[in-house]
């Protein structure tokens, strides 16, 4: 339940920070070149949605195995050493994280208790750059997933993208349906 939720809500946010993202900087665009005119605060919003849109696209990536793989190095062990490997690492990234995540939280208590405000935007700096929690929570958990599932047996490494190996597929399926006609 808690996980489907999370895949939504990772999918639903970066979508829509996408769009309006897009949407504004079009918007700007035209105003500034076609009006001689402009809003204000459009550049810092847009800073603050695409700090949004990496971080939790660096977590959708974990899970969809969309981030590139160098992994010529751990693909010379057995599966054993491959998967001691990727545990030693998925730890060291939640370390990494974890130190992140701390120092966010007290970053963001700080803001909190000065009551800065952003530069064009009257919002609460302590609420704009909340994403560095979100964000790293999510990562923090999916890199929690990726280490049960090694530990576990059910994967030796990160789910990572293969291109070429997706290019020969796709150019073995052509050569398929060309046979067939």
């Not at 035209?30 to 696209?57: D, K, Y």
């Not at 010379?76 to 998925?90: D, M, V, W």
């Not at 939280?105 to 935007?121: A, P, R, S, T, V």
Request: net charge negative.
């Amino acid at each position: 339940m808690f996980l489907r939720f999370m895949n939504r809500a990772e999918e639903a946010i970066i979508c829509i920070l996408l769009v309006v993202t897009t949407l504004l900087v079009f918007v700007d665009v035209v105003m500034r070149f076609g009006f001689n005119t402009g809003f204000m605060w459009s550049q810092e919003l847009t800073l603050h949605m695409s700090a949004w849109m990496v971080l939790f696209g660096a977590s959708y990536g974990l899970k969809v195995g969309s981030h590139i793989g160098m992994d010529a190095f751990v693909k010379l062990f057995p599966s054993t050493g491959r998967r001691i490997l990727t545990a030693i690492a998925a730890i060291l990234a939640l370390i990494y994280c974890g130190l992140i995540f701390y120092g966010s939280w007290i970053y963001l208590k700080k803001m909190h208790l000065i009551g800065i405000e952003l530069e064009d935007i009257p919002v609460p700096a302590w609420l704009a750059h909340s994403l560095l929690l979100f964000g790293f929570l999510f990562l923090i958990i999916r890199l929690l997933m990726i280490l049960w599932s090694v530990i576990t047996g059910k994967a030796e490494g990160f789910k990572h993208a293969d291109e070429a190996k997706d290019s020969m597929e796709l150019a073995e399926d052509i050569l398929k349906e060309e046979a067939k006609s």
